[in-house]
């Protein structure tokens, strides 16, 4: 296995793992708040699923990029992570919204969170992935 694509998977993880403690904990923390019925209480999440989930969508991301982007480069991987960061946002915050009864503005704070660890992710695979 190429020792860049397990740098760029982990440095991903790193950035993610700050920008979900960020947007979660600070930003998004009052409307989770105002409805507590609706999520898990936070000893009782899933952890390893939350691990296993997180490594599946860097390593397809991470793959993605590897395999079909051409030429690589910062502002293809900024691009890349741009259009894949909308659409994980969109599915993640607007899918959401559509099932659930959650407020419009975590919907669209999921959305753009989405689209900003995406950026964060495309810039570290054009960076270090050339």
């Known amino acids: 296995m190429n020792l860049r694509l397990v740098l760029a998977g982990f440095a991903i993880l790193v950035a993610w793992t700050v920008l979900d403690m960020i947007m ?19 000893d009782r999440l899933n952890t390893p699923l939350i691990t296993a989930v997180t490594l599946i969508l860097i390593s397809i991301f991470v ?42 503005k975590l919907a669209l704070g999921w959305l753009a969170g989405g689209w900003i660890k995406g950026i964060a992710a495309g810039a570290i695979l054009g960076a270090i992935l050339r």
Not at 65 to 80: E, R, V
């Open 63 to 104: 793959a993605t990029y590897w395999l079909l982007i051409n030429p690589k480069s910062l502002a293809t991987g900024i691009g890349f992570g741009a259009l894949l960061g909308l659409a994980l946002g969109i599915g993640s915050g607007g899918g959401t919204y559509i099932h659930m009864p959650i407020p419009q």
């Open 24 to 42: 979660h904990r600070l930003f998004l923390r009052p409307l989770y708040d105002e409805n507590p019925t609706l999520w898990r209480p936070f």
